[in-house]
């Protein structure tokens, strides 16, 4: 954790100064969401229900195993899904994401889910504008699960699902620049779902309150997937484990939870990796997160090790789900 977001998770005497600043951001953040409930600004809506999986706060909540473990689950109920999303690190263009596409196309997140395969993907700065175009070329898809977006109210939504990261919760409770907030805490009365991942709240904070957590435990070799290995087959060779993601210590604490002693790397969030920045010599095998590896393809060796990681959510949150999107039509 460096720069500003050191400050995010406690008061300083600078907060002198990036409190103003904070005051200032909610309250242009409320005229906004204001200005698009009152339609003084304009906003679309599809013609098939429309989820958001958002968060209130920046940094990685686990949003992306959440839309995947969502949209698997619709697959099995019989749906029909599309994934949209804004595509961050890619090219901004509107597009369909494939297996082929590369992260500076389409960004790390979607290229990661359109790996998956489990159903379209799509990514554009104008979600509104994207999933239209996406439901044009998939006419057979029902729902659009949007990664991200929760702040994006161009696009109309009948779900609001947020995720919350259940071991950094709200840092200081300020939005920015003051804290890691994009909108106040009291934005979670609104929504439809607040999901916590990982650690429990002591604390009652939505009426539609859920579990969730992330779990992996076999590793596969990026240059040959059908490779795979487990922690035991990784012990005792000289490990480096490598994180670009919105919080890194997550990760490396999931490889301690694996019994896994690896010298950590941390770099910020979706890094454009260069083989020099993982040239490392005492190196026997690499541990990468999926989101990491679809960026190192190009340049990685055999000592490339990826971990998968899915969510497994409270059974009772799909059931809710379900009823939500049923109740707006398939």
């Known amino acids: 954790m460096t720069g500003l977001e050191s400050y995010w998770y406690r008061i300083s005497p600078l907060h002198l100064i990036l409190l103003p600043a904070s005051w200032l951001f909610r309250a242009l953040a409320a005229l906004r969401r204001l200005l698009y409930r009152s339609h003084i600004l304009k906003s679309y809506r599809l013609p098939v229900p429309v989820v958001i999986i958002g968060n209130i706060s920046v940094g990685g909540t686990g949003k992306t195993p959440l839309t995947l473990c969502l949209a698997q689950q619709l697959v099995d109920a019989g749906f029909y899904p599309i994934i949209v999303s804004r595509g961050f690190g890619g090219n901004s263009a509107q597009q369909q994401v494939t297996p082929e596409s590369t992260a500076a196309q389409a960004g790390d997140e979607p290229l990661l889910m359109a790996r998956r395969g489990i159903c379209p993907v799509w990514v554009g700065r104008d979600r509104a504008a994207t999933a239209l175009q996406a439901l044009l070329s998939h006419p057979q898809c029902d729902v659009v699960l949007c990664d991200d977006g929760l702040q994006h109210y161009r696009l109309q939504r009948d779900v609001e699902i947020v995720v919350i990261d259940g071991a950094r919760r709200f840092g200081n409770g300020q939005l920015l620049p003051a804290g890691p907030l994009r909108e106040p805490v009291s934005r979670l009365k609104t929504v439809d779902a607040v999901v916590i991942n990982g650690a429990a709240f002591d604390r009652k904070i939505s009426a539609n309150q859920y579990a ?28 480096h484990a490598v994180a670009g993601i919105g919080h890194p210590q997550r990760f490396f604490e999931h490889l301690k939870s694996l019994g896994l002693a690896a010298t950590p790397h941390a770099f910020p969030d979706h890094h454009p990796y260069q083989a020099g920045d993982l040239a490392y010599d005492d190196c026997d095998a690499l541990l990468l997160t999926e989101k990491d590896a679809v960026k190192c393809s190009t340049f990685a060796d055999d000592k490339f090790w990826v971990l998968r990681v899915d969510a497994r959510i409270d059974s009772a949150l799909m059931v809710h789900l379900l009823r939500k999107i049923t109740l707006h039509g398939r």
């Open 212 to 239: 969730m957590q992330l779990y992996g435990e076999l590793f596969y070799n990026l240059n040959h997937p059908e490779k795979t290995a487990t922690a035991q087959d990784l012990q005792g060779l000289r490990l």
